[in-house]
């Protein structure tokens, strides 16, 4: 039974090669579709879940409140984990990373600035499950100077992974024996590193509870409630932190996130690695879903529409018996089928598109994982979707067909079918035109992010690090050497660097009333070319000189937004107390202000900023007028090398640095674009199939037509009428569905496009949704209307 019920279904897709062609092509485009954005959002959830304690995990995150200000930073202070791990049972292991920048690291006659190096606690491994190629976890990070590497850094300075008691030079000539070699990191993960040092390498280095700076993450007991920490927390901000912060009216409060959450859910700004957002895995399952739908709605509009063509045959098989479960089996075979087909084609196309998917999706998705099993459960899941409920009307439609009827040629013309229809036809082309709504509003964004004016000129400008004393203390000899050079205009530095973090510290600041108040500043410092090679506005006063000795040790400048914080009428000459080493404190004033510049990304609104002056600073900008950049560039190596010896020289470009910012929005971005294409090929495929059944329906009216003296014009319009008013009732649907989503996503940006100038996007997709299914239908509805009468006619 089931095997003659194979063979009609494969009878009947071969005698019907064009309408089989266009629903295995949309089906298996729909299931290869669903399938790339369905590996992605698992990739994407299985951030930090290899770790065999990923469940009890916890990073300490703080939330730190002023008077006047509130953030959250992903750090706490070095002494939290020792309190933790000393004083509070319930904590079964504490880790600490800390950051130590760049730095360069030697073996032999190789040398590489690493910025992914830091320092741990030896109990790294017990907490973490990184796989060892080489040494033992357990003791790996024991003894001070003391270093376990991945095995792409093995590679890189040992050509091998089997390197264990040799050893790397740091700058500071200390001898970092190699004690474990591990796989590289998993790409999907929170947190990644090239190597750790033990943290007994620097046992002098215990900070206080005034200075955060250290990821700290706890393990928890199996079962055990984050929740119930919170007491240990207010304890420990009663004991250690309070009377610190109090004094400056600052209250600080500690929270437990879970790693496995981090990726997806953390907002927080100085967040180790690129994150994700869970909106998008809402978005892109929401795109997938569609695309099913969509591909489901093509069949089932075929199907209802060839449903005259086969009540023939119903008809007879009725007649010689079939019952109706039998007819409801066939036709659902027959569905089926088809879907495994469509599934063999998307899994061969999802074979050859993996690597590309990767490229766009920046992800290391392997063909291997098509093969786990929750893979190919959804996969099974996504051909029973398509194949039964994709069939099921068809089949129960066709199968209650009246055998009497249906072969006296009286085929019920009540209108159901055509009512079911036209209704998918309408859902189907809503779901496009809110996706090609959401793409255009989506690329004006992205656009508007990165054309804004940033309040400086980010253009041709080459930045270089000096993270050792020696660098900085030659920096003037570098900076003549390249003013030297006429394709160069300027030359600065700074301890921070447009696009990254500044330091925060308490300082007291005048206020409006002539108090000294502390407040929680943000500042970095820069030297006295930085404004200008920046090209950035002052707006009141002036920028730091040196024709006046005083502002080398007594000039801050402001920006627009700490005038606004601090109330200040006239804020040329208000005050900031900074602490020096030792209990002396230096008076500095304002001499100008900056206008309003974005230091950190779009993402995040402009804080109140203070730049002091200062050298011997970290980033060194060099801003060029040239159309030659690549000479230019060699030739401020060559200074470079005569300058820094032994020291490679790595730069980048201010512009691609702050476009990185906004990397993985724009690869986001893309795949939702090329996705909302590709649905909208879907719809517009099923579409084609439509017409071409209903123009073939309607061939003899179409011929009488033009017997009796239509024109091309008004038989291609009496034939495009039909499916042009579902579409403008679709774009009526689709408008509000979409105003309401594009604004809450929108929301998350602070800084926006508004939606109210978006109105012409929403007409323009309704045009080019319109112009789509216009070209679409065209084919067909101008082939009918200019055929030979005649052919239609003859048969009557």
Request: aromatic share 12%.
């Amino acid at each position: 039974m089931l095997k003659n019920l194979f063979k009609i279904a494969i009878r009947n897709i071969l005698k019907e090669k064009g309408y089989s062609a266009i629903n295995i092509l949309g089906l298996a485009i729909g299931i290869t579709c669903s399938m790339f954005l369905g590996l992605y959002i698992m990739d994407e959830l299985s951030y930090d879940r290899y770790h065999e304690n990923a469940g009890n995990i916890y990073r300490v995150v703080s939330n730190i409140k002023e008077p006047d200000n509130s953030f959250t930073w992903a750090v706490a202070q070095i002494p939290m984990a020792d309190e933790l791990r000393q004083n509070y049972p319930d904590v079964v292991n504490t880790v600490r990373f800390f950051g130590l920048g760049r730095n360069l690291y030697t073996y032999e006659d190789k040398s590489f600035y690493e910025e992914d190096v830091f320092l741990a606690d030896s109990t790294v491994f017990d907490m973490f499950s990184y796989e060892f190629i080489a040494g033992d976890p357990q003791t790996a990070l024991d003894k001070p100077y003391s270093m376990v590497i991945t095995e792409s850094m093995a590679n890189k300075y040992f050509g091998t992974t089997d390197c264990l008691n040799q050893s790397l030079t740091d700058q500071d000539n200390d001898q970092l024996k190699i004690t474990g070699v591990i796989k590289d990191v998993p790409a999907n993960s929170h947190f990644r590193f090239d190597g750790l040092i033990s943290r007994n390498s620097a046992p002098q280095y215990q900070g206080s509870w005034g200075n955060f700076g250290v990821f700290t993450y706890i393990q928890l007991p199996e079962g055990y409630k984050p929740a119930n920490f919170q007491t240990n927390f207010d304890k420990i901000v009663k004991d250690h932190v309070n009377p610190i912060f109090e004094q400056f009216k600052i209250t600080i409060n500690y929270e437990l996130q879970r790693i496995t959450d981090i990726h997806l859910y953390s907002k927080i700004q100085d967040e180790a690695e690129e994150g994700g957002d869970i909106s998008y895995i809402y978005i892109f399952g929401a795109v997938a879903i569609f695309m099913l739908i969509i591909a489901g709605i093509n069949y089932m509009n075929l199907a209802t529409a060839r449903s005259t063509q086969r009540a023939k045959e119903v008809g007879v098989r009725k007649v010689m018996g079939a019952g109706k479960k039998q007819l409801i089996s066939q036709f659902m075979v027959e569905s089926v089928v088809m879907s495994l087909v469509a599934l063999l084609v998307s899994i061969l196309l999802i074979y050859a598109l993996l690597p590309a998917f990767n490229d766009l999706a920046n992800k290391q998705i392997e063909v291997g994982y098509l093969l786990q099993g929750k893979v190919l459960v959804a996969l099974f899941a996504i051909v029973i979707f398509i194949g039964v409920i994709g069939g099921s009307y068809p089949a129960f439609y066709l199968s209650r067909f009246n055998p009497v009827n249906v072969l006296k040629g009286k085929l019920s013309s009540r209108g159901g079918n055509t009512i079911l229809r036209k209704s998918l036809v309408v859902l189907q082309f809503s779901i496009s035109i809110f996706m090609l709504i959401s793409t255009l509003v989506v690329f004006d964004q992205l656009r508007f992010l990165m054309n804004k004016d940033l309040g400086f000129n980010k253009e041709q400008v080459l930045r270089f690090e000096m993270p050792d004393e020696q660098m900085r203390t030659a920096y003037n000899g570098l900076r003549q050497k390249l003013l030297n050079n006429p394709d160069v205009t300027s030359v600065a530095s700074s301890s921070s660097s447009p696009g990254n973090n500044v330091n925060k510290v308490i300082f007291n600041v005048e206020t409006e009333e002539g108090e000294m108040n502390e407040r929680g500043i943000d500042f970095f410092i820069a030297d006295f070319d930085f404004i200008d090679a920046m090209q950035m506005t002052i707006v009141e006063g002036r920028n730091f000189s040196r024709d006046i000795l005083s502002d080398t040790s007594l000039a801050v400048l402001v920006n627009q937004s700490m005038v606004n914080r601090m109330g200040w009428t006239e804020p040329l000459g208000k005050k900031f107390d900074i602490p020096q080493q030792g209990d002396t404190v230096i008076t500095k004033r304002v001499v100008g202000v900056v206008k309003d510049y974005h230091q950190n990304s779009l993402y995040d609104e402009i804080e109140p900023l203070m730049i002091m002056y200062g050298q011997n600073n970290y980033y060194g900008y060099v801003k060029l007028k040239t159309s030659d950049m690549a000479k230019t560039v060699e030739e401020i190596d060559a200074a470079w090398r005569q300058t820094f010896v032994n020291k490679p020289f790595e730069y980048n470009f201010l512009d691609q640095d702050f476009a990185s910012q906004y990397a993985s929005d724009k690869r986001r971005g893309d795949i939702f674009t090329i996705f909302s294409s590709l649905t909208i090929a879907i719809a517009c495929l099923g579409l084609l199939g439509l017409t071409a059944f209903t123009t073939e329906r309607r061939t003899k009216e179409i011929g009488i037509r033009k017997v009796i003296g239509a024109s091309v014009k008004s038989i291609v319009a009496l034939l495009s009428k039909e499916f042009v008013v579902l579409v403008l009732i679709a774009t009526i649907i689709a408008f509000p569905v979409a105003w309401y989503f594009m604004d809450t996503w929108l929301q998350a940006f602070a800084y926006r496009i508004e939606l109210k100038d978006e109105v012409p996007t929403f007409i323009l997709s309704a045009v080019i949704a319109l112009s789509v299914i216009v070209l679409t239908m065209s084919y067909h509805t101008i082939r009918a209307a200019i055929s030979n009468p005649v052919n239609a006619l003859k048969d009557e």
